[in-house]
């Protein structure tokens, strides 16, 4: 009887130092599929918006993806004011530049005013809203600080908070 | 230890230390197989070699391969199709294979299910043989990435991208797949190392359970009659081959196996020397590039029914986005055949031309499966939306709905009669 409790003991106190080990295995797996730290240091990219001239597209890189800044002019693209946002006396879109749907990049047609994603069809306004196919959200807003004329990726600053509405 | 006599022959040496005899009984001479089965059985063998000229030319291509964003396109189109002597051999052969591996993977499933092959006492074949499906698709994908196309670019954005679509998780899920923000190197070694490493060892796993599986119930036939095989084989062995049942694996029933498998094998190095083109993408012929997006995204023909299911649905439905309908359907489209020996409700085991109802599902089921492949491919505007939409519900109906009504109705007249 006696015997017989000290192995079970033995067996749990094993069970138990495997397990603990087992979590510690899979923990040091799940860092190796992290990002590097280099990966999460490099994730800054500044731009400076004022050589941009109103009705102007320009598309940049952040993290490997593409943002779009679009410069609107007060007679053809229409202000957004909850979706834009101020530089300097400039009016600007800023949008990652991925289709919510699946993640193709649309293209700018300046003429038509839209966005348009090949893949499936998917169509976003000035203003990044979808407003037709199956993109189910608008264009996402990338984080950003604003520094005098110039716009900092990467980084939550108070008008980024004020957009997405955490502030 | 057991007692070792002097032995004779190499033969014997063996025999004493291995028992190569019980071996080979086991594995082959009195492994038994029914007589009534026809071509289609032989689509077992068939895979195996697919599977072995797959793992031999792409220990080859390894050869020559770098994992390496900015080298790896280069050294698949250039140092391994112009440089390495027979490169372009081990290249189409490796590309043509792993699309008409395909093929005959929804030979032998949709044979299984014409026959019944997954029912009572069979299910962990199936099973077995469905975790081969998935396992083979992963691998599929991971060694589409490879070579760094545009194409393989893409494709590894979006199927990447549908994890972000779980919920809570998903966009922190999606970069840590990744490795980085976005498909990145480190997407591509990992993915390097799952198609050459990781997944060919759970695949060959797989294979051994999958063959397993079948000892145990023994191989489905033709008539789907149950055969008490123990006594069969005593008639064979016996000397009364023709009164017999059942046929040995080994040198009997192979035989056939292998007529068929050399068809097979001229179709397919027919493919390999004249139409290698039909696997290979024109535009993974671009080098990949994260800043522009080809016009039109598609996966090689294999996945194109279950990328129809995906996108089928695109418009919302009260709360719940086109996106998420789509995705919960891609969902259950990619598990739901893992439960088709509970969705048949039916205990008859009998192939589907004499089972009513079900040979007219069946074939619906395949008609519909073709015209999701087919619009799978085209572009999904007007009128395509549509088609699209309702081969979609129409699967989904067929499976989730069609199969345990009408089984169930088998079911009661079986029983009625019996
Ligand atoms: S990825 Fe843009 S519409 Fe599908």
Redesign the interface.
Known sequence: MADQKRRDFLGMVFGGFAAAGGVAALYAM?RT????PS?MAA?FTTVDLSPMKPGEFR?V?W????IFILKKDSTQLKKCNDADVKVGEGDYLVRIGLCT?????PAWEADKQVFKC????GEFDACGTNTF?????PLDIPPFKIEGTKLVLGEEGPEYKKLVGKA | MAHFEKANSVYEWLDQRLAVTKLTKVLMTEYWIPKNINFLWAMGVVLMTMFTILLISGIFLLMYYKPDTKLAFDSVNYTIMQEVWFGWLWRHMHGVAASVVFLVIYIHMFTGIYYGSYKKGREMIWISGMLLFVTFSAEAFSGYMLPWGQMSYWAAQVITNLFGGIPFIGDELVIWIRGNFYVADATLTRFFMLHVLLLPLVIMGIIGLHFYSLRIPHVNNQEGEEIDFDAEAEKYKAGRKAESKVIPFWPVFLSKDLFVLGVFMVFYFYLVFYHYNFAMDPINFDPANPMKTPPHIYPEWYFLWSYEVLRGFFFDVGPLSAMDIGLIAFGIANVIFFLMPWLDRSPVVAPAHKRGAFKIWFWILVVDMIVLTIWGKLPPTGANAWIGFFASITFLTLLLVALPLITKKEAQRAGGAA
């Open positions: 799940k599929w992290d990002p590097l990966v994730g598309t890189t993290r490997g993806k593409p749907h699946l993640g193709c990049i090949a893949c499936h069809g196919g199956p993109p189910p959200r």
